[in-house]
């Protein structure tokens, strides 16, 4: 659960965010910090991807947005990682 | 270090800082980045230049890798002198000689002599006498030297052709290995005058005689490493790893591996100029797809530092 593309889309996922606001967010909820370069690497490819799009901004500072594809994509990531998770945990309670 | 940071911001392509250079630098500006962000851009910069890589510019840039890895290597190399001397053993000729019994004959009396020339006492005399394999010597023991030096002597025959009219002669090529040319030289000719001892010493000396055609030579050049050969095989090697790099985006990775795989087995062919150079290509073959499970591996790191 490190892969910056998803943890980049899963802080998206609460609404438009700008650089600096999703190092921090994702630092609150997944305890990671994401250096500059990762984050616009994995902003740099979510965009190719159509999976976010950069709106409006009041400042100097880009905020971006998940897509629909984004929110489809982010979706069925988490749909895979609850299984895996599900089995996990239901394997640990027989072990 | 925001300056820095601000710097390195310039090792990312043109086209990226064109359309993130800005909201980037603010970014930058926000988090008030320390060593460990200076580094995480820098290596941000060199994925992004490898996402960001032409197959052209990729290939020229491997290639010119490759040659720098080879230039180092053929430079850290130590350069080797060959010195030869030719000789011939001639058998006393008798009318009711046959051809295959004197070839025999000569053989074995080449082996007798080479035994008792390049023998473990033999060789060692002559590595204390002459202050041969120091460095070895430094760290090893005699034997150890000795055991090189049996390595980096070779006493090789040499077609019939070249011994002209002598009733089945058995010439030979007497070779030494060495980084100094002159100790090169002066081992050879030890080693030849041993040889011709060791003629006289044998009791069979009237059967055959030992004469010697060329005397040991002073290498003008050194004999290894080619340093061409290696630069070439460092830029084909360059050159190779962008086409499987690049390749491996489009085509099944096995198929690329392969692909490289003969191409590094044809190209070790050329270097080693094999008369038969197919087992080689076919070993490169199957070596390249039983390689492809690793090369699938490989590729995805590569592809996600790309990224």
Request: overall charge positive; aromatic content about 8%; charged content about 20%.
């Amino acid at each position: 659960m490190s892969d910056p593309t998803l943890l980049v889309l899963a802080s998206l996922a609460e609404g438009e965010k700008h650089g600096y606001a999703i190092i921090q967010d994702v630092q609150r909820f997944a305890e990671i910090r994401l250096g500059p370069g990762t984050l616009y690497g994995a902003i740099t490819r979510l965009e190719e991807r159509g999976w976010i799009r950069p709106v409006a901004a009041d400042d100097r500072r880009q905020p971006y947005a998940l897509t629909a594809l984004g929110r489809k994509h982010l979706e069925e990531q988490v749909a895979n990682l609850d299984r895996v998770l599900q089995t996990a945990l239901e394997r640990l309670r027989h072990a | 270090m925001r300056g820095l940071a601000r710097w390195a911001v310039r090792l990312y392509p043109a086209a990226w800082r064109a359309r993130y250079g800005r909201e980037f630098e603010v970014l930058l500006e926000d988090i008030g980045p320390g060593w460990r962000d200076l580094r995480n851009v820098v290596w941000g910069a060199l994925k992004m230049q490898i996402s960001s890589l032409s197959f052209g510019k990729a290939t020229a840039a491997l290639a010119i890798a490759g040659a720098l890895v080879a230039g180092f290597v053929g430079v850290s190399m130590r350069n080797v002198y060959q010195s030869t001397a030719v000789a011939v053993l001639t058998p006393v000729w008798t009318p009711q000689m046959d051809r295959r019994e004197a070839n025999l004959a000569m053989a074995g009396r080449l082996e007798r002599l080479r035994v008792g020339a390049l023998s473990r006492p033999a060789l060692a005399d002559i590595i204390n006498r002459l202050g041969l394999y120091q460095k070895l010597r430094e760290r090893y023991t005699l034997e150890d030297a000795v055991a090189q030096m049996q390595k980096d002597v070779r006493i090789l025959p040499i077609d019939g052709d070249q011994t002209g009219e002598r009733h089945y002669a058995m010439a030979f090529l007497l070779r030494f290995e060495y980084p100094d040319r002159f100790q090169a030289q002066r081992v050879t000719a030890e080693l030849m005058s041993r040889l011709m001892a060791a003629q006289v010493q044998d009791g069979r000396v009237a059967t055959a005689s030992l004469e010697v055609l060329d005397p040991a030579s002073l290498p003008p050049a050194p004999s290894s490493p080619n340093r061409w050969a290696i630069l070439f095989v460092g830029v084909t090697l360059g050159v190779f790893s962008a086409i499987a790099f690049f390749g491996a985006r489009h085509w099944p990775i096995a198929g690329v591996c392969a692909e490289t795989g003969a191409l590094a087995g044809a190209l070790l062919a050329i270097v080693t100029r094999t008369h038969n150079p197919w087992p080689i290509v076919i070993f490169g073959l199957v070596c390249g797809v039983l390689a492809s499970p690793a090369a699938v591996l490989i590729h995805r790191r590569l592809t996600r530092l790309g990224h």
